[in-house]
């Protein structure tokens, strides 16, 4: 069903698309014919008046304003579709290691937006993923602008204020996953009330959740997380951005398990803690961004410890575990642009090519690595990640990435210890993943 989904979806994308070049040609035709009198009662002027027309408009993402413009509404979306070839560790508990081919849909979603009086805008978006149905909330929140010490208190479900990469839109991330620390560790979108603001050119958020992080939803679930960082340098070109966050976590953990930075990996291939048992934890994240002409790099460190507990009552309280994790990115703009910084939140804007008509073409590098290996259990890998990125405008983006994973032991995410004790089991494995991404 959501294939069919996708594909509807895709269409209607095509058909906006479509009716934007077919009356700019009709239009280019007229005026080189000195025939723009009678284009109206043509085929392509009727493509022409309805694509200017103001539903049609707001469709395509142009936004609607009361007359006071004190209210709007904008429309959004994004489809990215992955192929991918994965082989080695990717596919170890599946004949040996065979090689995969995929063709999946990552992402989908809608979303509105726009203001609601003086001092409000909102968000309300609905995602559809590789893991998720196509009616999932995304971020479901609204924004009140004030003055004094909070400049934006948000409140709903959105991303709570812990990590670079996390915080970064898929549209704008360098590669096509996020990688497998930030997956880990940066919580990512819960319900609560997040406080933004911003002190001698510190950008801070802090914000109280209920912690859908868990397991199971037994016991205490909540969240206060926290973030803090600033451009020490920024003139002409050059950004030097660093900052921090810390996250004090409640609710029951049995098990963590990660893709290791390509989609469409099997469970009992991806990187896992083994069973623990987890009632509390903390979480330490520390980022740093460094933009020189068409030159970026980023990077991030986590440390996490957590807390055991006897979530199963089976009188056994669970070990402590401490985990880590982190990366560094480097990308380079062939033709000449630099990557946009966000001074409001700090962190990245999506790309606009300098030439539209030859788009912006990106190189790129990523190292990380995670560790979740404590208690003779668990597993932790190394990962390498390179690739190159073509923004033909500033809504379609092609992307390739190429991806080595080497893991410590074999794994085997779904055994107790997340690790396999077989022998022939690769622990070493390549992937090569191609995504083509709409978003307006």
Do not use: C
Not at 77 to 83: A, P, Q
Request: charged share 20%.
């Amino acid at each position: 069903m959501n294939n069919y989904k996708t594909l509807i979806f895709l269409l209607v994308l095509i058909l906006f698309s479509g009716a934007e070049l077919f009356a700019q040609a009709e239009i280019a035709a007229a005026d080189e014919q000195d025939v723009a009198a009678d284009s109206e009662s043509s085929l392509f002027g009727v493509i022409h008046n309805i694509n200017k027309s103001p539903a049609f408009q707001f469709l395509k993402g142009v936004p609607i304003y009361s007359d006071g413009l004190d209210y709007s509404m904008r429309l959004g979306g994004r489809i990215h579709i992955d192929t991918n070839q994965i082989e080695g560790v990717y596919t170890a508990n599946e004949g040996g290691g065979s090689s995969e081919n995929n063709l999946f849909r990552r992402r989908l979603s809608l979303e509105l937006r726009g203001l609601m009086g003086k001092n409000w805008d909102y968000k309300a978006q609905v995602v559809g993923d590789e893991d998720a149905e196509i009616d999932t909330t995304g971020d479901l929140y609204a924004n009140y602008h004030g003055d004094g010490i909070a400049s934006l208190i948000r409140f709903g479900k959105a991303k709570e204020p812990l990590g670079l990469e996390q915080l970064t839109t898929s549209n704008a991330i360098t590669t096509t996953e996020r990688t497998a620390a930030s997956t880990a560790f940066a919580p990512g979108r819960n319900i609560g009330v997040t406080f933004y603001g911003t002190h001698k050119e510190y950008k801070y958020g802090i914000g109280f959740y209920h912690n859908n992080n868990t397991t199971d939803n037994s016991g205490q679930n909540y969240a206060i997380t926290a973030r803090a960082v600033k451009p020490f340098i920024r003139k002409g070109t050059r950004v030097v951005h660093f900052g921090g966050g810390v996250s004090f976590r409640e609710g029951n953990i049995n098990r963590i398990l990660l893709y290791p930075e390509v989609r469409e990996v099997q469970q009992s291939n991806r990187i896992s803690s083994g069973n623990i048992e987890i009632n509390s934890n903390q979480i330490l994240n520390l980022e740093l961004i460094y933009i020189e002409k068409a030159f970026h790099l980023s990077a991030e460190t986590y440390a996490a410890h957590y807390n055991g507990n006897d979530n199963n009552n089976d009188g056994i309280k669970g070990d402590d575990l401490d985990a880590y994790g982190g990366y560094v990115t480097v990308g380079y703009f062939l033709t000449g642009e630099v990557r946009p910084y966000n001074n409001l939140y700090g962190g990245f804007n999506i790309i606009v090519p300098k030439d539209p008509n030859k788009g912006a073409w990106e190189v790129f590098a990523r190292i990380s690595h995670i560790d979740l290996q404590d208690n003779d259990q668990g597993n932790k890998a190394l990962m390498f990640t390179s690739g190159v990125n073509w923004y033909i405008n500033r809504y379609i983006r092609v992307m390739l990435d190429y991806s080595h994973a080497d893991y410590d032991r074999p794994p085997d995410g779904q055994d107790e210890l997340g690790i396999s004790d077989e022998s022939g089991i690769d622990t070493g494995g390549d992937a090569l993943t191609m995504r083509m991404q709409f978003a307006y």
